[in-house]
Protein backbone atom coordinates (compact mmCIF):
# COMPACT_ATOMS: atom_id res chain seq x y z
CA UNK A 1 0.00 0.00 0.00
CA UNK A 2 2.98 2.21 -0.29
CA UNK A 3 2.20 5.81 -1.72
CA UNK A 4 -1.60 5.54 -1.75
CA UNK A 5 -3.27 8.41 0.00
CA UNK A 6 -3.93 8.26 3.86
CA UNK A 7 -7.14 8.64 5.40
CA UNK A 8 -7.17 9.21 8.98
CA UNK A 9 -10.06 8.05 11.09
CA UNK A 10 -10.72 8.72 15.09
CA UNK A 11 -10.57 6.09 17.86
CA UNK A 12 -13.87 5.49 20.20
CA UNK A 13 -12.73 4.96 23.38
CA UNK A 14 -14.11 1.27 24.67
CA UNK A 15 -14.06 -0.33 27.95
CA UNK A 16 -12.38 -4.34 27.53
CA UNK A 17 -12.26 -5.67 30.80
CA UNK A 18 -11.02 -2.44 33.49
CA UNK A 19 -8.88 -1.22 30.79
CA UNK A 20 -9.93 1.18 27.81
CA UNK A 21 -8.86 0.60 24.19
CA UNK A 22 -8.63 2.91 20.86
CA UNK A 23 -11.04 1.29 18.33
CA UNK A 24 -12.26 2.03 15.15
CA UNK A 25 -14.88 -0.90 13.36
CA UNK A 26 -13.72 -3.19 11.22
CA UNK A 27 -16.04 -2.00 8.31
CA UNK A 28 -15.01 1.54 8.26
CA UNK A 29 -11.46 0.28 7.43
CA UNK A 30 -11.95 -2.33 5.16
CA UNK A 31 -14.23 0.48 2.90
CA UNK A 32 -11.34 2.89 2.74
CA UNK A 33 -9.04 0.33 1.67
CA UNK A 34 -11.47 -1.76 -0.66
CA UNK A 35 -13.81 1.18 -1.65
CA UNK A 36 -11.46 4.37 -1.48
CA UNK A 37 -8.33 2.28 -2.36
CA UNK A 38 -6.43 4.70 0.23
CA UNK A 39 -4.87 3.96 3.71
CA UNK A 40 -6.22 4.06 6.69
CA UNK A 41 -4.42 5.18 9.97
CA UNK A 42 -6.18 5.82 13.02
CA UNK A 43 -6.27 8.66 15.19
CA UNK A 44 -6.18 8.06 18.68
CA UNK A 45 -8.82 10.27 20.89
CA UNK A 46 -6.97 10.95 23.77
CA UNK A 47 -7.69 13.80 26.92
CA UNK A 48 -6.41 16.53 26.03
CA UNK A 49 -6.37 15.35 22.07
CA UNK A 50 -2.98 15.25 20.25
CA UNK A 51 -1.57 18.26 18.27
CA UNK A 52 -4.08 18.37 15.57
CA UNK A 53 -2.67 20.74 13.47
CA UNK A 54 0.07 17.65 13.66
CA UNK A 55 -2.75 14.80 12.95
CA UNK A 56 -3.65 16.93 10.14
CA UNK A 57 -0.34 17.35 8.08
CA UNK A 58 0.36 13.61 8.26
CA UNK A 59 -3.24 12.54 6.16
CA UNK A 60 -4.74 13.28 3.08
CA UNK A 61 -8.65 12.91 4.34
CA UNK A 62 -10.55 12.15 7.36
CA UNK A 63 -13.60 9.48 8.03
CA UNK A 64 -15.60 10.28 10.93
CA UNK A 65 -16.80 7.01 11.63
CA UNK A 66 -20.57 6.26 13.00
CA UNK A 67 -20.19 4.41 16.96
CA UNK A 68 -22.15 3.78 19.53
CA UNK A 69 -21.85 6.44 21.86
CA UNK A 70 -23.60 9.92 21.23
CA UNK A 71 -22.08 13.98 21.27
CA UNK A 72 -22.20 15.15 24.85
CA UNK A 73 -25.42 17.52 24.50
CA UNK A 74 -23.71 20.61 26.19
CA UNK A 75 -22.15 21.13 22.95
CA UNK A 76 -24.76 22.03 21.00
CA UNK A 77 -27.82 22.65 23.58
CA UNK A 78 -28.71 23.33 27.19
CA UNK A 79 -30.68 20.08 27.34
CA UNK A 80 -29.63 17.35 29.29
CA UNK A 81 -28.79 14.12 28.18
CA UNK A 82 -30.99 11.22 28.83
CA UNK A 83 -30.67 8.44 31.29
CA UNK A 84 -28.65 5.82 29.52
CA UNK A 85 -27.21 7.74 26.73
CA UNK A 86 -23.72 6.94 25.97
CA UNK A 87 -21.11 9.32 25.91
CA UNK A 88 -17.05 9.59 24.00
CA UNK A 89 -15.96 12.80 25.77
CA UNK A 90 -12.40 12.30 24.46
CA UNK A 91 -13.90 11.60 20.85
CA UNK A 92 -15.87 14.53 21.42
CA UNK A 93 -12.81 16.89 21.89
CA UNK A 94 -10.80 15.11 19.25
CA UNK A 95 -13.21 15.20 16.31
CA UNK A 96 -15.08 18.59 17.10
CA UNK A 97 -11.51 20.28 16.94
CA UNK A 98 -10.64 18.76 13.99
CA UNK A 99 -13.21 19.24 11.75
CA UNK A 100 -13.12 23.41 11.85
CA UNK A 101 -8.70 22.63 11.05
CA UNK A 102 -9.67 20.29 8.41
CA UNK A 103 -12.21 22.35 6.88
CA UNK A 104 -9.43 25.40 7.16
CA UNK A 105 -6.86 23.43 5.37
CA UNK A 106 -9.48 22.29 2.83
CA UNK A 107 -8.90 18.35 3.65
CA UNK A 108 -11.49 15.98 1.97
CA UNK A 109 -14.12 14.80 4.75
CA UNK A 110 -16.52 11.65 4.63
CA UNK A 111 -18.35 11.87 7.52
CA UNK A 112 -21.40 8.93 8.59
CA UNK A 113 -23.78 8.34 11.55
CA UNK A 114 -22.46 10.05 14.50
CA UNK A 115 -19.27 11.73 11.50
CA UNK A 116 -22.63 13.06 10.57
CA UNK A 117 -23.88 15.03 13.19
CA UNK A 118 -20.11 15.76 14.48
CA UNK A 119 -19.58 17.93 11.52
CA UNK A 120 -23.02 19.94 11.71
CA UNK A 121 -22.45 20.50 15.73
CA UNK A 122 -18.53 21.44 14.96
CA UNK A 123 -20.64 24.17 12.51
CA UNK A 124 -23.12 25.54 15.24
CA UNK A 125 -25.74 23.14 13.73
CA UNK A 126 -28.06 21.67 16.60
CA UNK A 127 -29.62 17.62 16.58
CA UNK A 128 -32.42 16.09 17.89
CA UNK A 129 -31.39 13.16 21.13
CA UNK A 130 -34.62 11.68 20.09
CA UNK A 131 -35.89 11.88 16.39
CA UNK A 132 -39.11 8.82 17.29
CA UNK A 133 -40.10 11.37 20.24
CA UNK A 134 -40.49 14.19 17.66
CA UNK A 135 -43.95 14.33 16.23
CA UNK A 136 -43.29 14.98 12.26
CA UNK A 137 -40.58 12.21 12.12
CA UNK A 138 -40.00 8.55 11.78
CA UNK A 139 -38.36 6.09 14.38
CA UNK A 140 -35.32 5.71 12.24
CA UNK A 141 -33.29 3.08 14.93
CA UNK A 142 -32.87 -0.79 14.09
CA UNK A 143 -34.50 -3.50 15.86
CA UNK A 144 -31.03 -4.91 17.91
CA UNK A 145 -32.81 -8.18 17.85
CA UNK A 146 -31.87 -8.62 14.05
CA UNK A 147 -28.83 -10.08 12.54
CA UNK A 148 -26.40 -7.58 11.39
CA UNK A 149 -27.73 -8.38 7.25
CA UNK A 150 -31.16 -7.57 8.37
CA UNK A 151 -30.22 -3.98 9.91
CA UNK A 152 -27.95 -3.08 7.68
CA UNK A 153 -30.57 -3.70 4.68
CA UNK A 154 -31.97 -0.95 2.99
CA UNK A 155 -34.48 0.43 5.21
CA UNK A 156 -36.19 3.58 3.31
CA UNK A 157 -36.03 5.73 -0.13
CA UNK A 158 -33.61 8.99 0.04
CA UNK A 159 -34.78 12.02 -2.42
CA UNK A 160 -31.53 13.08 -3.56
CA UNK A 161 -31.79 17.01 -4.24
CA UNK A 162 -31.14 17.97 -8.09
CA UNK A 163 -27.66 18.72 -9.06
CA UNK A 164 -26.14 17.65 -6.23
CA UNK A 165 -23.13 15.17 -5.51
CA UNK A 166 -25.24 12.07 -4.29
CA UNK A 167 -27.91 12.90 -7.34
CA UNK A 168 -24.66 12.32 -9.81
CA UNK A 169 -23.15 9.58 -8.07
CA UNK A 170 -26.54 7.57 -8.35
CA UNK A 171 -27.31 8.62 -11.24
CA UNK A 172 -30.91 9.83 -10.41
CA UNK A 173 -33.43 11.31 -8.05
CA UNK A 174 -33.74 8.41 -5.36
CA UNK A 175 -31.58 5.96 -3.76
CA UNK A 176 -32.61 3.46 -1.22
CA UNK A 177 -30.72 3.15 2.26
CA UNK A 178 -30.17 1.55 5.39
CA UNK A 179 -30.99 3.31 8.44
CA UNK A 180 -29.56 2.49 11.97
CA UNK A 181 -29.64 6.10 14.39
CA UNK A 182 -31.53 7.74 17.09
CA UNK A 183 -30.55 10.77 16.87
CA UNK A 184 -30.66 13.36 13.45
CA UNK A 185 -30.49 17.35 12.63
CA UNK A 186 -32.41 19.23 14.17
CA UNK A 187 -31.01 22.56 12.59
CA UNK A 188 -28.16 23.07 9.83
CA UNK A 189 -24.78 23.99 10.70
CA UNK A 190 -23.69 26.68 8.65
CA UNK A 191 -22.42 26.87 4.94
CA UNK A 192 -23.42 23.08 4.78
CA UNK A 193 -25.95 22.27 1.72
CA UNK A 194 -28.56 19.41 1.97
CA UNK A 195 -27.78 16.59 -0.76
CA UNK A 196 -30.69 14.32 0.71
CA UNK A 197 -33.77 13.87 2.74
CA UNK A 198 -36.18 11.23 3.87
CA UNK A 199 -39.52 10.28 3.22
CA UNK A 200 -40.32 12.20 6.44
CA UNK A 201 -38.34 15.00 5.66
CA UNK A 202 -35.17 14.33 8.02
CA UNK A 203 -32.23 15.22 6.58
CA UNK A 204 -30.05 12.45 5.37
CA UNK A 205 -27.00 13.80 3.79
CA UNK A 206 -25.74 17.45 3.57
CA UNK A 207 -22.24 18.45 2.02
CA UNK A 208 -20.30 21.80 2.08
CA UNK A 209 -20.45 23.66 -1.50
CA UNK A 210 -16.76 25.75 -0.21
CA UNK A 211 -15.13 22.81 0.30
CA UNK A 212 -13.14 20.07 -2.83
CA UNK A 213 -14.65 17.42 -0.71
CA UNK A 214 -17.23 17.89 2.79
CA UNK A 215 -19.76 15.04 2.27
CA UNK A 216 -21.78 13.48 5.69
CA UNK A 217 -24.58 11.01 5.05
CA UNK A 218 -27.07 9.60 8.25
CA UNK A 219 -26.68 6.23 6.55
CA UNK A 220 -24.00 3.48 6.76
CA UNK A 221 -22.66 3.27 3.32
CA UNK A 222 -19.16 1.65 4.85
CA UNK A 223 -21.47 -1.75 5.10
CA UNK A 224 -20.47 -4.29 2.70
CA UNK A 225 -19.27 -1.63 0.10
CA UNK A 226 -18.49 -3.23 -2.48
CA UNK A 227 -21.88 -4.90 -2.77
CA UNK A 228 -23.91 -1.64 -3.16
CA UNK A 229 -23.13 0.32 -6.49
CA UNK A 230 -24.61 3.94 -4.95
CA UNK A 231 -22.33 3.15 -1.59
CA UNK A 232 -19.41 2.14 -3.41
CA UNK A 233 -19.61 5.41 -5.58
CA UNK A 234 -19.13 7.63 -2.63
CA UNK A 235 -16.24 6.08 -1.51
CA UNK A 236 -14.80 5.97 -4.68
CA UNK A 237 -15.57 10.20 -4.99
CA UNK A 238 -14.27 10.56 -1.72
CA UNK A 239 -10.77 8.48 -2.42
CA UNK A 240 -10.89 10.39 -5.58
CA UNK A 241 -10.65 13.73 -3.53
CA UNK A 242 -7.99 12.31 -0.88
CA UNK A 243 -5.63 11.32 -4.67
CA UNK A 244 -6.22 15.31 -5.32
CA UNK A 245 -4.98 16.55 -2.06
CA UNK A 246 -1.77 13.76 -1.72
CA UNK A 247 -1.03 15.10 -5.32
CA UNK A 248 -0.68 18.80 -3.67
CA UNK A 249 1.34 17.90 -1.12
CA UNK A 250 3.51 15.82 -2.38
CA UNK A 251 4.64 18.65 -4.67
Known amino acids: ?81 YPGNLHDPARDATTLGLIPLAIERDLPILAICRGFQEVNVALGGTLHQKVHEVGEYDDHRENPDDDLDLQYAPSHAIDLHPGGLLAEIAGGARAEVNSLHGQGIARLGEGLAIEATAPDGLIEAYRRPDSDFLLAVQWHPEWRVRENRFYLGIFRAFGDACRRRAQRRLR
Do not use: W
Not at 56 to 61: A, F, N, Q, R
Open 1 to 81: MTGLPRVGLPTDRKLIGPHPFLAVGEKYLRAVVEGAECLPLLIPGLQPPLPLADVLDSVDGLLLTGAYSNIEPHHYTDEPS
